[in-house]
């Protein structure tokens, strides 16, 4: 439980976010719609950099 509570839950949720964001491409890309989960798995990496840059303003480094 102490890793839930350090990480916090919206990051928690972003990651579970970001996982079916990646699961959801892979689906895409492997079922013949190639573009569509090129584009769609992008969203994830871009999400993650996101937060990563919010959680440093936010903490002041």
């Known amino acids: 439980m102490g890793f839930y509570k350090k990480i916090g839950l919206a990051n928690l949720l972003i990651l579970v976010l970001c996982a079916v964001i990646i699961i ?8 013949g719609d190639q573009l569509h989960g090129i584009f769609i798995g992008l969203w994830a ?10 959680n440093q303003i936010t903490n002041g480094r």
Do not use: D, K, N
């Not at 959801?24 to 079922?31: G, H, I, M, R, S």
């Not at 990496?45 to 919010?54: D, R």
């Open 45 to 54: 990496p871009t999400i993650l950099g996101i937060v990563i840059f919010i």
């Open 24 to 31: 959801v491409a892979e689906y895409l890309f492997l079922t």
